[in-house]
């Protein structure tokens, strides 16, 4: 059965048809419509239920619900007569609706020339099919009454009638609609109906025809039984039947049953005020009980929150779960420094310089001040709804390398130089603004805060890495290419080419053979953000130098005539913001992080140390034996760890 809207159960008959019983001596009785199988004109069922409802109107010991009453709820349930419904439940359902302690439900069938009329009796109360009736006719379709009369006189018999051996004469069709005529008021002329109700307001519909509120006096109406059915959302329809006599007034006083749900509200946080509908209903969490199904409005309110509300539709004997979460108000923050004047930054936005005032949302917000000469300083402050937090920070001098400067880093072994990268924030991934290469792995574009680290300026080279050998620390490099002509190689480590392979950059070590020249040096492999950082700085730019395609004055790649590696260094004007040499072009240059291909979608946001495991380790930077677009710095490149190409290289970190 198609699900039935709750505000029209209210506006019609309520959620569970829980009216007032029917008079206790006569059963109530509807007809569904019939429903036409086997090639049946659906017009013809259609008649066949009007003549069938009109022979059970004719009874004594029954209260027949008429049809137009039975179409108008249908039609406000949005029913296709018999189409849409076509189990007992769904039957059963529309009977409660209209008050029917039993319904009629058939089918009229054809076989040949043959008619067939099936009808079940269905029970409301228990769903159960109580009887049924099978009457077949051999006729012409103007002839289908006599099925109808059958049918209707063995229901009639069911409930106690007797002697029914002629059929009551039915009615005549109207030709346009082809409805049945309901008989003639069994009274002459107009009597009135004075209708009050507690409470009052509830609808009033006169044989389905609505009439306005009570408490209302009705004129003119024909005498004779009528239909009478009053609601009121929020309590139970009641439906009656009125017998108007000519020339007086029938006075009808009801008391309508309320229909009641229940309401179970919850806050974020607890302990907010709740109204329903304006009023005052405690905190909570709170159970409300008997409250009057309907519509109602919701409304939390807390201390430094902004208040929140929904609209509710509580069902009969139904529990309404509703959930509410509270807006804290904006708090405020106070940033001072010794010395003032140093820039403030919150979550990564410039905000001004200290001292600084301004309001913040509730939650964790990161907090940073630079300066120049003194050290960065900052730290993650909680702000609480509509509270104000004050931040003192004292400067340190700085008394270490400037970013970018080049110097050995503390604590390193042996290698060549370094670069500073200061602590800060800066873009990772492909920035689709200025890049239109972008692959799926390099998204989203994402804000990353790492802290101070020392990158080397060059690649590693065939003469650092042949002092680690020398010390035993390293194996010696594989080829499983012959790509390079400026290495060294062998158990003795030779160089070939001279000594000017000495300064080119270290090829044909795998991932593990780069970590462990970097240990042995003192340093270890930088983290895929640590190398992007280092090659892009903080704007977000596509290339190291900027955003302007490579050419063989910025980059060592495919389109460059020497086909080879370069010696490290050699193109200064490719430099990173940081002073990084090589960092796009030359080789590829391992990193420390496991390859996860989705891993910048939950990647933390501070010193993210990249996939947990995996099976590939990253690649970055491009080689002399690509081409162009891989040398961006958000390009990202995936092999199995122990690979050795004359592609592949590194550098150091620290």
Known sequence: MPKISKSLLFLFLGFLGLAQSPPAKKTSVAVYPIKAVG???????????????????????????????????MKRQAQNISDACDSTMCQVEIGKLVQAQKMV???LSKLGSLYILTVNLIDVETGAVENTFKERCACKEDELEQLASAAGNKIREHFGETGLTEPSPPPSPEPDSGRIKQPPPSGKGYGSLAIATEPPGAEIYLD????????????????????????????????????VTANQTFRVSERLLKQTGSLDITTTPTGAQ??????????????????????????AQAENYQPAEKQVEVGHQQTEAVAIELAGLPGKILVTSIPEGAEVKIDGEKKGVTTYTGALSPGKHRVELNKEGYESAGEEVEIQPNKAVSKSYTLKKYSGPRAGEVTRAPGQKAGGPMVLVPAGEFWMGCNEQVDNQCEADEKPYHQVYLDAFYIDQYEVTNGEYLECFQAGACRPPEYNDSSSDYRFGGKEGKFYRGFEAARQPA?????????????????????????????RGTDGRKYPWGNQLPTCSLANFADCPEDKTWTVGSKPAGASPYGALDMAGNVWEWVADWYGENYY?????????????????????????????LERASNRVRVVPDYRSGHHGFRCAR
Request: proline fraction near 6%; include cysteine; charged fraction near 20%.
């Open 274 to 299: 709740i109204f329903v509908d304006d009023k005052y209903a405690g905190v909570s969490p709170k159970k409300l009980e008997g409250v009057l199904a309907g519509p109602h409005t919701v409304k």
């Open 601 to 629: 979608l939950s990647s933390p946001g501070q010193n993210p140390p990249g996939a947990g495991s995996g099976t590939l380790r990253v690649l970055r930077g491009g080689s002399w034996n690509h081409y162009a677009e």
């Open 105 to 107: 439900v058939g089918d």
């Open 507 to 535: 090829v044909g070590v795998s991932w593990e053979d780069a970590r462990s020249y970097c240990g042995w040096a003192g340093k270890r492999l930088p983290t895929e953000a640590e190398w992007e950082t280092a090659a």
């Open 208 to 243: 389905a025809e609505f009439k306005g509120k009570t408490p209302a006096t009705l004129t003119g109406i024909p005498a004779g039984s009528h239909s009478l059915s009053l609601m009121k959302k929020g309590y139970s329809p009641l439906m009656k039947e009125v017998v």
């Open 39 to 73: 090639g049946v004109d659906k017009s013809l069922a259609q008649t066949m239920g009007s003549l069938l409802g009109y022979e059970l109107s004719q009874s004594p010991k029954l209260i027949y619900i008429r049809e137009d009453m039975l179409k108008e709820v």
